[in-house]
């Protein structure tokens, strides 16, 4: 069974910083991309950042030069630093995943999502 566990989050003043991160676990034979969405209060879910497997990326224009995305690939593992928070950041943040099986079977997860709250 293929499984993603997230960790961060949490209440931060404006200005703040906090890191999120999500490692995958299970069977699997590659993960194909990681990345982070987030839905904000009485919003759809958004991109926020993912990487694919070959380094290339995206990233929503609202975090650029805010949040930085970066991947262990020996851990199977996500990271999402986030610098210079605004309270219009206060989201559920999930980690997103697609990977292949050990039947190379292509899979997408999501993780129960972590709240950041980003207020004085």
């Known amino acids: 069974q293929v499984r993603l566990m997230e960790s961060g989050g949490g209440l931060v003043q404006p200005g703040g910083s906090l890191r999120l991160s999500c490692v995958v676990s299970?069977?699997?034979?590659?993960?194909?991309?990681m990345g982070w969405y987030r839905r904000a209060p009485g919003k759809e879910r958004d991109l926020v950042a993912v990487i694919y497997s070959d380094d290339s990326g995206n990233a929503a224009d609202s975090v650029k030069g805010r949040f930085t995305i970066s991947r262990d690939y020996a851990k199977n593992a996500v990271y999402l630093q986030m610098n210079s928070l605004k309270p219009e950041d206060t989201a559920v943040y999930y980690c997103?995943?697609?990977?292949?099986?050990?039947?190379?079977?292509?899979?997408?997860?999501w993780g129960q999502g972590t709240l950041v709250t980003v207020s004085s």
């Open positions: 997103y995943t697609r990977v292949r099986t050990l039947t190379e079977r292509s899979l997408e997860l």
């Open positions: 299970g069977s699997i034979s590659s993960v194909d991309a």
